[in-house]
């Protein structure tokens, strides 16, 4: 899944007209968006979410989907990217993608998300011996072109 990247603008409805003048919404933090010019005040699908979450605690999927418009699609991404997550004492939860054991949000349990960290870390490690030798260090065949040349 998209982490930290310009998709997740289009992924979660982030206001970026004003619904009323027209001008320019600036983010003020937690889903939340305010217009320059006449200061009104948006969410993106995120805080939209976030705020029936805070006053329905419990809420499923489906009834916040019905009571703010952001499909189940986009809340299950939004767990997924671990910017939500499952009620203490729901009946619903999400399951690691590896080993299967019952999460709240993200993709993994805490320990397959270490053992995936580490094999990409591996990975990185590999490409970097691979190269054989740092920045500069490249070996040339022939001279080099001189750029300065001493007269006697």
């Known amino acids: 899944m998209e982490r930290g990247n310009l998709g997740s603008i289009e992924l979660y409805n982030i206001p970026r007209v004003c619904k009323m003048c027209g ?17 009104f005040v948006d969410y993106d699908d995120y805080g939209k979410v976030r705020m029936y ?3 329905h ?16 699609r986009t809340i299950r991404r939004l767990l997924k990217d671990g910017r939500i997550e499952v009620a203490e004492g729901s009946k619903t939860f999400l399951r690691c993608e590896i080993c ?11 320990e397959c998300e270490v053992k ?20 500069g260090m490249e070996q040339r065949s022939g001279e080099g072109q001189k750029r300065f040349r001493r007269e006697s």
Do not use: W
């Open 116 to 135: 995936v960290h580490r094999k990409l870390e591996e990975q990185q490690r590999e490409g970097l011996h691979k190269k054989d030798h740092g920045f």
């Open 53 to 55: 979450i805070e006053e």
């Open 57 to 72: 605690r419990g809420a499923n999927a489906a009834q916040i989907e019905e009571a703010v418009g952001v499909s189940q």
């Open 100 to 110: 299967g054991k019952t999460i709240r949000s993200g993709q993994y349990c805490p």
């Open 23 to 39: 001008g320019v919404m600036v983010f003020k933090g937690v889903g939340e968006y305010q217009c320059e010019d006449c200061e």
